[in-house]
């Protein structure tokens, strides 16, 4: 940064100082630092949530009300301290309520009321709010035009429409044919033969797919003659896949929910001591909190350890000892064989290293920013090989990049994304000149693939940036934003792929920036939109991405106010709080208490070091 670019980034912040900002960023560097565990990794904290409570108690409920009495009574009790004032429950206990979250909690009231005794006027009484929430975001109180709004919120996709409108019917809250069948027997044909088929969920909802199907099938008859013997015969087989693919610790990709729908549909059909119950019920039981309740996932502990580790790494961080440690943390979690769930390749990484993780694309982009931010050895490059390929393997026809399968595009969770793709885009160009090749021949073969699909992946985000200039994130949104979009996120993260390969000339980039300066709220922070609350997260993203660009019209202005709103965020200890602006499986919001931190130490860092030049 020049004298000028300084000058110019106090000016706009009378405020603000060098002095004061470096002592921002040495609290929540500190702040940081201090959520390290001895091993050199993070593990963090998801936070409770409603719909993770509600499906567990359902479940648990329906194997053995008397055996789990304790565990059912916390989580309805705790269901009954964060029903919102308007007689909904939300995902999180900062979460707007919402249609779908509201009809698991009632479904769990409703089966857990005959247990918890001495809480039934009260969850009487919210089972009656309830139901007027529900009658008025869908349009009356009968139980078939509750299921009708439950379908059209999620369209063709069945991942987490069928779930919920299931658990209400094993509830008997409506009636079963209001929930579509799901054809479980089409779990019995080969992995690879998966995404020809289209099947109605996405890729990592197999488990739900079987038991709910055979849920299905016990409880109604099909029309089509046949169909019944066909799928009666298929239950055994699909059985034995689902009991291939389920984790040792019973927790399918380690999310409450999804191993709460397996347990209760094979209960509910009459299987609640079948192997896949019994390991699923150990896993909710060590996944319950001392509160009563469940978080939507067991950790992200890969997840923010690679964004710790990049983004102290971008703060000019010198690792120097410390570095083996977390290197030899990350290499430990990369997958070596194929993965039994997605039949994913070797080479990637999950989100943790517990035994429901599956690889997918966002966590091995930071894992291999994070192991080249490490510094490089023969170890690590072997590692950085085996996830750069995985990665090229990975990528759609479309340019882009899926989350977890190539091909599976039909559906909203498996298309190829914006955020997922910038972040490829990134760790393939950080590893560009860091691979060791055996042969030159191999070496010249394999850098002109890289360039090939770096320039395919970039045509991809152009081509789907929207008109305002902006990009929208898959697994990021915004409560306050209309249709829950997280533009910020989104643009944000383009904006560091842009960055990283030295385009911000390109004019997509300038577009974004553009896009990002005049989304800024009146008090100088950002939400996840235009005229949406200000968060610690979306600000510090949106400094992150306008720091440095001074040259393009707004920006100096636009940095000093979002610097001092930040800085003031630091210095009241508001940084460390929270925002539901992650989305889950099937767009279920969550909260990190990492997130904040780290997000706040890479925009006050990368200014420290700007101010210092």
């Known amino acids: 940064m020049t004298a000028g670019s300084q000058k110019a980034l106090f000016k706009n912040a009378p405020q603000l100082d060098y002095e004061r ?3 921002a960023y040495r609290k929540a560097r500190a702040h940081l630092l201090a959520q390290q565990t001895r091993g050199g990794f993070w593990v963090g904290e998801l936070s409770s949530s409603a719909l993770s409570t509600a499906t567990a108690v359902c479940a648990l409920t329906l194997v053995d009300r008397e055996r789990f009495d304790a565990l059912i009574t916390g989580g309805v009790r705790w269901l009954l301290a964060h029903q919102r004032e308007d007689g909904g429950w939300g995902d999180t206990v900062k979460s707007l309520s919402n249609i779908s979250t509201t009809m698991l909690c009632r479904a769990a009231l409703t089966l857990g009321k005959e247990v918890d005794g001495k809480s039934a006027p009260r969850i009487e009484e919210s089972l009656r709010r309830a139901e007027d929430y529900l009658a008025s975001v869908a349009g009356g109180p009968d139980p078939k035009t509750i299921a009708e ?11 987490f429409s069928v779930p919920i409108l299931c658990c209400s019917a094993l509830a008997c809250l409506i009636d079963w044919r209001e929930a579509p069948p799901l054809p479980f027997e089409l ?16 890729s990592y909802a197999l488990p739900a797919l079987i038991a709910l199907g055979i849920l299905q ?15 009666q015969a298929a239950i055994p087989r699909a059985l034995r896949k689902l009991e291939s693919i389920q984790p040792v610790n019973g927790g399918f990709l380690e999310a409450t929910p999804l191993v709460s729908f397996v347990t209760m549909s094979l209960a509910g059909a009459g299987r609640a001591a079948h192997p896949v119950v019994k390991k699923a019920v150990d896993f909710l039981q060590n996944a319950v909190r001392p509160d009563g309740s469940w978080p939507i996932d067991t950790d992200l502990s890969t997840w923010v350890t690679t964004l710790s580790i990049n983004t102290l790494s971008d703060s000019g961080e010198d690792f120097g000892a410390r570095a083996q440690p977390m290197r030899r943390w990350l290499i430990d979690q990369q997958y070596r064989e194929a993965h039994p769930f ?4 070797p080479g990637g990484w999950g989100w943790t290293p517990l035994p429901g993780a599956v690889p997918d694309a966002d966590d091995t982009s930071g894992a291999l920013l994070a192991l080249r931010n490490l510094g490089l050895t023969t170890e690590s490059q072997k590692a950085a090989m085996a996830g750069v390929t995985w990665l090229l393997d990975l990528q759609n026809s479309d340019g882009g990049w899926p ?11 498996d298309r190829s994304s914006a955020d997922i793709s910038a972040h490829a885009l990134r760790a393939l160009h950080a590893w560009k000149g860091g691979l060791s090749f055996e042969t030159a021949i191999t070496e010249e073969a394999f850098s002109q693939r890289l360039h ?51 385009l911000m000339e390109n004019e997509a980039a300038r577009r974004g920036l553009a896009w990002l300066i005049s989304a800024q709220g009146e008090d100088g922070g950002w939400g996840g939109a235009p005229n949406t609350p200000s968060s610690v997260e979306e ?12 040259e393009v019209a707004g920006a100096p202005e636009a940095a000093a106010r979002g610097l001092q709103w930040l800085v003031e965020r630091v210095e009241d200890s508001s940084f460390s709080t929270a925002s539901p602006m992650g989305f889950y499986f099937a767009k279920l919001w969550y909260f990190e208490q990492l997130y904040p931190v780290i997000f706040t130490v890479g925009a006050l860092g990368r200014a420290l070091n700007q101010s210092s030049e």
């Open 21 to 23: 900002l470096a002592e």
């Open 149 to 159: 709004a439950i379908r059209l919120r999620y369209g063709k996709d069945r991942t």
């Open 187 to 202: 779990a019995c044909l080969p992995s690879s033969a998966y995404k020809r088929i289209n099947l109605p969920v996405v």
């Open 217 to 231: 099938h016990t409880k109604r008859k099909p029309r089509i003659p046949g169909l019944y013997q066909l799928r």
């Open 342 to 345: 997605t039949s994913a390749a």
């Open 403 to 413: 989350t977890f399968c190539r091909g599976w595009g039909h559906l909203p969770f």
């Open 452 to 502: 090939n699909a770096m320039q395919r992946g970039l045509r991809f985000l152009a081509r789907i940036q929207r008109q305002d200039g902006s990009w929208v994130p898959l697994w990021f949104g915004n409560q306050y934003a209309p249709d829950d979009e997280n533009q910020t996120y989104g643009t944000t993260r383009v904006l560091a792929a842009y960055g990283a390969l030295n």
């Open 539 to 550: 600000t510090a993203l949106a400094l992150d991405a306008l720091l440095g660009r001074y």
